[in-house]
């Protein structure tokens, strides 16, 4: 986040930050393994071979990139990127670029479940590609929100869950070609939003929002509680 590289080797007990070769705003961060991981921002990707120990800039600049907010990569080498009303996608571990056609408005996260199916999270509706992001097409969310605003979206096979600002979470067991509005994520104070999902399983999940709150919900998301407030 912001400009920092943090890596973690104890499960998240200590953290140490890793060099930044560009003062670029950072906004995502994808582990292929161990070795190869890669980070996407604005106008801004970074890729490190040695586990972070240094960071190789892969693009740099608005005229080279446009604005990043999601990434996701299925080897070291095939891999997609999403952002300001742009797809792109890279075989070559990011030495070429090919461009999907430009999408509606902006998106904040993608995943792909083999080389051709993946969905992608926007501010108003969802995308959904079965041709490894040739073609995209929107899948409308069943909100009464005209915009409702979802950052992140997770996977545990079929089955999804990606969230809103207003904390309404929305979940797919078909891999993204139709949403059901499952529940609102509860908030102490309604203008909280959420911006981050996680499972672990397709029980058990988190999210995050404003003020350091963090939600847990065991039942696939049908409710949520609140496990710290900071």
């Not at 800039?57 to 300001?84: A, K, M, S, Y």
């Not at 090919?98 to 051709?116: A, E, Q, V």
Request: aromatic share 14%; charged share 15%; with cysteine.
């Amino acid at each position: 986040g912001s400009s920092a590289i943090l890596k973690t080797t104890n499960g998240g007990n200590n953290w140490f930050q890793q060099n930044n070769p560009t003062s670029g705003y950072l906004t995502q961060i994808h582990p292929v393994n161990d070795s190869v991981v890669y980070v996407c921002g604005w106008y801004v990707i970074l890729k490190t071979t040695d586990g972070g120990n240094n960071w190789k800039i892969v693009r740099v600049g608005q005229e080279q990139t446009p604005q990043l907010d999601g990434l996701w990569f299925i080897n070291e080498n095939t891999g997609w990127f999403c952002g300001d009303r742009v797809v792109m996608k890279t075989t070559n571990g990011g030495n070429t670029f090919i461009d999907s056609t430009r999408l509606s408005n902006s998106t904040y996260d993608i995943h792909f479940k083999n080389d051709s199916t993946g969905v992608i999270a926007g501010y108003s509706k969802m995308f959904r590609t079965t041709n490894s992001g040739t073609n995209w097409y929107s899948v409308i969310l069943p909100s009464s929100l005209a915009t409702p605003f979802c950052d992140r979206v997770t996977f545990i096979g079929d089955t999804g869950w990606t969230a809103s600002w207003g904390n309404i979470v929305f979940r797919t067991t078909n891999y993204g070609v139709s949403w059901d509005s499952i529940t609102r994520i509860p908030r102490s104070n309604s203008s909280d939003a959420t911006y981050c999902i996680e499972f672990s399983n397709k029980n058990t999940g988190y999210s995050g929002g404003d003020n350091g709150k963090i939600y847990r919900t065991t039942n696939s998301g049908s409710v949520w509680s609140s496990t710290y407030i900071d």
